[in-house]
């Protein structure tokens, strides 16, 4: 994995152990190479779960983009919740 995403075993694991923090766009890369949606690392934190571990906005992409994906990131946890409770209530 951390070759995959062009980083040193050692930067990897810092990662994991919430040594170091994530950013949006590696949050989106992760998501990417496990082909999951970006939203299951960012509830189930899959993998990344150690309390001192925080997900923190790219500077480089600008406070426009970064409200986007704030917004983004909002709508898609409320989305899954109103699913959930679909699915809770139709078993």
Partial sequence: MAL????????????????????????????????????????AKSGFSHPT???VPDKSIGEKNHNHYERMINFLIEENEFLRNIIKDSR
Wanted: aromatic content about 4%; some cysteine; hydrophobic content about 35%.
């Fill in 4 to 43: 995959q995403l062009g980083m040193s075993q050692r930067t990897y694991c810092r990662l994991e152990n919430g040594e170091s923090k994530l950013d949006l766009i590696r949050v989106q890369e992760i998501s990417r190479l496990l082909q999951v949606e970006f939203i299951e690392i960012v509830e």
């Fill in 53 to 55: 571990n925080e997900i």
